[in-house]
Nanobody, 116 residues
Framework: QVQLVESGGGWVQAGGSLSLSCAAS????????VGWYRQAPGKQRELVAI???????QYADSVKGRFTISRDNAKKSVLLQMNSLKPEDTAVYYC??????????WGQGTQVTVSS
């Protein structure tokens, strides 16, 4: 089992940057695909970026070129660097870990607010 705790987030003006961090517990972190999802008010949760156990990375089209995801298996952490933020990036951001068996683990979420 994996437990996830997010940190970072907050408020920033458009064009600014924020960094999100996710700390994981559990010995099987390195065997999980990990990443970030977000949910804006009135919208469904959507993928932002994920990185597989082999290091393959996938980004949502809306964040390509602006966001960077990285994982550190030794530290059991996942980072999301967000640059050139836009008001439409405003959402609650959730850290996720998915096992090869399809089990999904979620953090509690952290709010990101981008003002215009």
């Amino acid at each position: 089992q994996v437990q996830l705790v997010e940190s970072g987030g907050g408020w920033v003006q458009a064009g600014g940057s924020l960094s999100l961090s996710c700390a994981a517990s559990g010995s099987t972190f390195k065997f999980h695909t990990v990443g970030w999802y977000r949910q804006a008010p009135g919208k469904q949760r959507e993928l932002v970026a994920i990185v597989s156990t082999g290091g393959n990375i996938q980004y949502a089209d809306s964040v390509k070129g602006r966001f960077t995801i990285s994982r550190d298996n030794a530290k059991k952490s996942v980072l999301l660097q967000m640059n050139s933020l836009k008001p439409e990036d405003t959402a609650v951001y959730y850290c996720n870990a998915q096992s090869g068996m399809g089990y999904n683990y979620w953090g509690q979420g952290t709010q990101v607010t981008v003002s215009s």
